[in-house]
């Protein structure tokens, strides 16, 4: 059984970590923090989809080591860090893991044989049909190995068996618009825009033509043309939307 705590090199860099070699690791998980997890997604969240609905976990002993899937949504890779960081326990063997935001994934074996623990894990996510989602695997090790495909077998078994088990939900983002509207007719648009449950509704006096003054909010989009109509209804004039 190794004695040294392998942590991963993208996400975290603990700063009680006092070998050596682990500072090394330290030094090079900070520098990928400031590149990789502070930085904006590389690509937009799906337009719906299907995630956890809240934190699900899963613990199973194989051959004397004992697994623990967390599995939770997550928003973006500053979100998936922070889980990382509240979940993982630096007293185990290894905390492998692995995300999907949409089409961006990333996954790491800490410590592990390359492709038997990060990828499995990817694996099950996918499998199991859901997205924005991350799922670490904590391995305390119980003296038996169990070989590279024993390995692939336990961590994408846990993990998917942890995503089986959880609640979900379906997930349909809300469209960001905007529209120019009369001073005169801003009280009977507000009202149908609370009507229909819109969100972050913004007013700018100062973008516009005279006379007109700047709505932006986000509404879901099966909604859009109903409110479009509503709207164009109550004030018997033609106020079109346009996408932010």
């Known amino acids: ?16 970590a006092k070998a050596e070699s682990t500072a090394k690791l330290c030094i090079s998980a900070a520098s990928a923090v400031g590149e990789g997890i502070v930085r904006a997604m590389s690509s937009p969240p799906p337009a719906s989809y299907t995630t956890l609905k809240e934190r699900a976990t899963c613990e199973r002993e194989i051959k004397r080591s004992k ?13 998936a860090h922070s889980f990382l960081s509240e979940v993982q326990d630096l007293r185990a063997s290894h905390n492998c893991w692995a995300y999907k935001l949409g089409d961006q994934y990333r996954s790491n074996d800490d410590g592990e044989p390359s492709g038997t623990a990060g990828k499995p894990i990817y694996s099950a996510i996918v499998s199991s049909g859901v997205d924005m989602v991350m799922v670490v695997v904590i391995r ?42 009369p001073f005169e007719l801003v009280g009977p648009v507000y009202h149908q825009l609370q009507s229909f449950h819109v969100e972050d509704i913004k007013q700018d006096y100062d973008t516009g033509k005279d006379g007109f003054t700047m709505l932006t909010f986000r509404v879901d989009h099966e909604k859009i043309e109903d409110l ?4 164009n209804s109550t004030c018997s004039r033609k106020i079109g939307f346009y996408k932010q």
């Open 67 to 79: 697994f623990i899937a967390i599995a939770a949504p997550i928003s973006d890779e500053r979100s």
């Open 1 to 16: 059984m190794k004695m040294a705590v392998r942590l991963p090199t993208r996400l975290f860099c603990p700063a009680t």
């Open 228 to 231: 479009e109509n509503a709207i």
């Open 140 to 181: 305390y090790f119980g003296g038996i190995k169990l070989g590279t495909g024993g390995l692939a077998r336990a961590y994408g078994g846990v993990a998917l068996e942890c995503l089986k088990g959880a609640t979900t939900c379906f997930v349909k983002p809300k469209v960001p618009l905007g529209m120019e509207v």
